[in-house]
């Protein structure tokens, strides 16, 4: 498929996707959205690829959901069509790792698709927050969940209800970012985390995506449980065999994904 408002690139079991539509800070209308979707489910696919990236440009990561695209629809119009509702689960139904590297604006839609995401890498310039408070609605997209959930109750409230920003050094205090690098750093430290990533074993990498997500769905007990069975599933691997293996005869591991 020919993209438009994303850009995809792959390189040594890295995709890359872009949102590219910087004349409206990456506003996620239902072409960039859709293209996404497809983007993502080519590097699910694709068997040589492990770790996905999302980000943007230097001024928005996305500024939200298409305020204008959507601005005159009505609620039957929401309800019957599931507004907008299948393109954007597609990033939290992804099954390898992905990582957002975020610059600049991550509003609304943008933030809730950034904490879709595993984990998120922060250029200082990076300003997250949930405004749809001012254009008379709510998040739609996980924010209210997503968020209190990674920063807890009193900041998800602040954010919620006044709409204000929050930037990148009070995004890692408050747990949402796992670290905030230099703006030109950002794709340099984004890239090296996903390599990195990529060098592990994929069914692994999965098990402990799949894990982690895992503990907010459950009770403590069950989500041990859960783990343990993963963990122990791991021995039915060969990469499991050749990591312990390359640890004894102290070289590097070669996984297979298998
Ligand atoms: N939608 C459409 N256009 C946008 C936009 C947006 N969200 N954000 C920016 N733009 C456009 C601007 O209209 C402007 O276009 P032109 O006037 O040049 O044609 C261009 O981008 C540059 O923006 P500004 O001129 O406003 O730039 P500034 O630097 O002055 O301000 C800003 C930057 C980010 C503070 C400002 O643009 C802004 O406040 N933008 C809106 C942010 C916002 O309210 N976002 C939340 C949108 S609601 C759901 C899934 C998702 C959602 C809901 C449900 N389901 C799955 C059910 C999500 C909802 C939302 O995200």
Known sequence: MAYEMIELEKKEGVGVITFNRPKALNALCDQLVDELGSALSDLEEDSNIKVA????????????????????????ETYLEDF????????????????????????GGGNEVAMMCDFIIAGESAKFGQPEITLGIIPGAGGTQRLTRAVGKAKAMDLCLTGRMMDAEEAERAGLVSRVVSDDALMEEVLKTASKMAKMSLPTLMMAKEAVN???????????????????STFATQDQKEGMAAFAEKRKPDFQDK
């Open 214 to 232: 895992k503990a907010f769905e459950t009770t403590l007990k069950e989500g041990v449980m859960f783990e343990r069975r993963l963990f122990q």
């Open 53 to 76: 990236v999302l980000t943007g440009g230097e001024k928005a990561f996305a500024a939200g959901a298409d305020i204008k695209e959507m601005k005159d629809k009505t609620y039957p």
């Open 84 to 107: 907008i509702t299948k393109g954007w689960e597609q990033v939290s139904k992804f099954r390898k790792p992905i990582i957002a590297g975020v610059q600049g604006f991550a509003l």
